[in-house]
């Protein structure tokens, strides 16, 4: 079983950037496909990226997409979302997510399809 471990959030300014880190541990990352996923106050965790285990093949959600990137260091057993021009609709709790390889049915931007999560990490953009 991993451990997913998320530091790196904060308050920011609009367009400022912020890099999160989803560092793993019990178990070796490349055993999973990998996703981040963001909770508004009072709203259903929304998908923003997943990234395979190959460290290709990266999707994001449109609301991100040209802000966001995407990637990971299997050597260092850790997974990274790098968030430029941020807006005040990018706050929320960030989540990385991990999917056991060959668990079946993956859909990378479902909930269901992550079998462990982080505690997750606060991030803030004021206007």
């Known amino acids: 079983q991993v451990q997913l471990v998320e530091p790196g959030g904060g308050l920011v300014q609009t367009g400022d950037s912020l890099r999160l880190s989803c560092a793993a541990s019990?178990?070796?990352?490349?055993?999973?496909?990998m996703g981040w996923f963001r909770q508004a106050p009072g709203k259903e965790r929304e998908f923003v990226s997943s990234?395979?285990?190959?460290?290709?093949?990266?999707e994001y959600a449109e609301s991100v997409k040209g802000r966001f990137t995407n990637s990971r260091d299997n050597a260092k057993n850790t997974v990274y979302l790098q968030m430029n021009s941020l807006k005040p609709e990018d706050k929320g709790v960030y989540y990385c997510?991990?999917?056991?390889?060959?668990?079946?049915?993956?859909?990378?931007?479902?909930?269901?399809?992550?079998?462990?999560w982080g505690q997750g990490t606060q991030v803030t953009v004021s206007s």
């Open positions: 997510a991990a999917s056991v390889r060959g668990r079946g049915a993956y859909y990378r931007d479902h909930v269901g399809s992550y079998d462990y």
């Open positions: 990234i395979l285990w190959t460290g290709g093949a990266t």
């Open positions: 019990g178990r070796a990352v490349s055993d999973y496909n």
